[in-house]
């Protein structure tokens, strides 16, 4: 199967249902009153990280997903009933992005949840506008259309410990030796160009180790895949930076140990400079072919020389990242963005006439009937406690010209959003 980290989706929430317009009708009851239902409100759609899913892979050739609408309100006071809401089990560490780049959500632990698209609210039946001066209101509200969005989303692995090293330097070899993962392993360039994920057993804990693909010089600036490589160590609570003691041609200077050193830390600084001040391990690794002078930890993941020392250290440092995570509060430093509720929003239409945007304002002018004397009568009050006079005043809108909002258009009267 495929390891995926970047895909778009298209998420879709439910209509809502429209209000009904109905009156009384039984015998012995000349004149009975409204009785219309409500619409049903839309489905909303939730994108939720679940520690199951380990890719992105099923949004890349289906990227749609969709909400159920709310149904109809009918006579006798019957309610239209809700749409079904629909859940989208992402990989943990998902960070969902608009389509301009910002991001919007961030879902690093389990069973975090985030509302992709909000269902519409139903409509009001007619029932619902019976007032003293309103005796025998003719009109319903329809149902909200459910909002409609395309997201990019990108994985960032949630591992303990990341391996990073230059190609070929071991890290496969390395994560196959101390855990069950099992990587494509050669003694050639390259050989990774996806992520694993290996859980490693130190006694009772357990950490979770990331194979990254290897890096090169450059990576940081997004050379050679760089970008997609290092995001994956963005969140790792411990770095392993590996150097090859047996590279393939030991007389090239830029393949000695300190200089692939400073290549690798170059490259993590370049890209996050937060990510130096991480607890790190250099780690020289085939030990058993060493041509290299090291003086640091060494490694075989041949002969398995060295290895207990490394896991066991490396454990110590993860419970020590954890304690401090655990210390810093539960959110773990990472946030979940939310956008600010939307208001009301004046501007120039293409046509010259002015455009009022906001859900709210849409809902307001969304009745069965707008002729009738009873609902304009409620969409101008409605208006009005919105402020789209004072918006459209303040925009410099002038006694006569047009209007439009959602799927309506009025003539601008001053202290009278909507013209009779």
């Known amino acids: 199967m495929s390891f995926v980290d970047e895909a778009q989706i298209h998420v879709k929430a439910g209509d809502g249902g429209a209000g009904s317009v109905s009156f009384r009708r039984e015998a012995h009851v000349s004149k009975g009153g409204p009785d219309g239902g409500d619409g049903g409100g839309g489905g909303d759609v939730w994108l939720v990280a679940d520690p199951n899913v380990a890719s992105l892979l099923a949004f890349r050739d289906h990227p749609h997903r969709k909400a159920t609408s709310g149904v109809h309100g009918q006579g006798k006071a019957r309610h239209g009933a809700g749409g079904t809401p629909v859940e989208v089990k992402v990989p943990v560490g998902t960070v969902v992005k608009s389509l301009d780049g910002s991001v919007v959500a961030d879902l690093p632990n389990p069973g975090d949840r985030w509302r992709a698209a909000e269902g519409g609210r139903g409509g009001r039946g007619n029932a619902r506008f019976l007032s003293n001066r309103r005796r025998a209101p003719a009109f319903a509200e329809q149902g909200e259309v459910g909002e409609e969005h395309w997201y990019d989303l990108e994985l960032k692995l949630m591992a303990d410990v990341a391996l990073v090293g230059l190609p070929n330097a071991g ?4 994560i196959s030796r101390i855990s069950a993962a099992k990587p494509k392993i050669a003694d050639y360039p390259f050989t990774t160009l996806t992520p694993h994920l290996g859980v490693v057993r130190v006694g009772e804990r357990e950490i979770v180790v990331a194979d990254i693909p290897g890096l090169i010089e450059g990576a940081s600036e997004g050379k050679g895949l760089g970008h997609q490589f290092l995001r994956h160590v963005e969140r790792a609570r411990v770095m392993v930076v590996l150097v090859d003691l047996a590279p393939a041609d030991p007389d090239d200077p830029a393949m000695a140990p300190a200089e692939q050193e400073r290549v690798l830390l170059a490259e993590l600084g370049g890209y996050r400079p937060e990510l130096l001040e991480r607890p790190r391990v250099v780690v020289g690794s085939k030990a058993d072919m060493a041509v290299s002078d090291f003086d640091g930890m060494r490694i075989s993941a041949v002969t398995g020389d060295g290895l207990p020392v490394l ?18 509060g539960p959110a773990g430093g990472f946030v979940i963005h939310r956008p600010e509720a939307e208001g009301v929003v004046v501007e120039r239409g293409m046509d010259g006439a002015w455009v009022v945007r906001g859900r709210k304002a849409e809902r307001a002018v969304a009745v069965s009937d707008i002729t009738n004397a009873d609902a304009l009568d409620f969409v101008q009050h409605r208006l009005k406690q919105l402020g789209v006079d004072r918006a459209l005043a303040r925009a410099g809108a002038k006694d006569g010209e047009m209007v439009h909002i959602g799927g309506f258009t009025f003539e601008y009267e001053p202290d009278q959003v909507v013209g009779r």
Request: charged share 25%.
């Open 171 to 174: 890290k496969s070899t390395l």
């Open 311 to 328: 896991v066991g250290h490396l454990a110590d440092l993860v419970s020590e990242a954890r304690a401090a995570d655990l210390a810093a």
